[in-house]
């Protein structure tokens, strides 16, 4: 079992940076694929970026490459989003994702684990 919070959300400015956290439990979170996805009101649940076990690849969402960059620290057991050149377009409850796995993956139902959420908002 693996649990997962979120944390580093809220308002930021058009054009802005933000980083997103996502601390996971267990022993064995070295051996976890992680993804990020988000939600936008009135819209699906949509694929932002993975990475590999390792952090070695990593896979984003065309509407955030170059953009956006996924990372992790297993010794910390977290993953991160750092989001850079915010857009209005990416405001949404943005949530972390693991499954265990040697890939990454860009499927909803490819993850078995699921944190909570945090809001980013971005303003024009």
């Known amino acids: 079992q693996v649990q997962l919070v979120e944390s580093g959300g809220g308002l930021v400015q058009a054009g802005g940076s933000q980083r997103l956290s996502c601390a996971a439990s267990g022993r064995t979170f070295s051996s976890y694929a992680m993804g990020w996805f988000r939600q936008a009101p009135g819209k699906e649940r949509e694929f932002v970026a993975a990475i590999c076990w390792s952090g070695g690849n990593t896979y984003y969402a065309e509407s955030v490459k170059g953009r956006f960059t996924i990372s992790r620290d297993n010794a910390k057991n977290t993953v991160y989003l750092q989001m850079s050149s915010l857009k209005p377009e990416d405001t949404a409850v943005y949530y972390c994702?693991?499954?265990?796995?040697?890939?990454?993956?860009?499927?909803?139902?490819?993850?078995?684990?699921w944190g909570q959420g945090t809001q980013v908002t971005v303003s024009s």
């Open positions: 994702a693991a499954t265990p796995g040697s890939g990454w993956y860009t499927r909803e139902v490819e993850y078995n684990y």
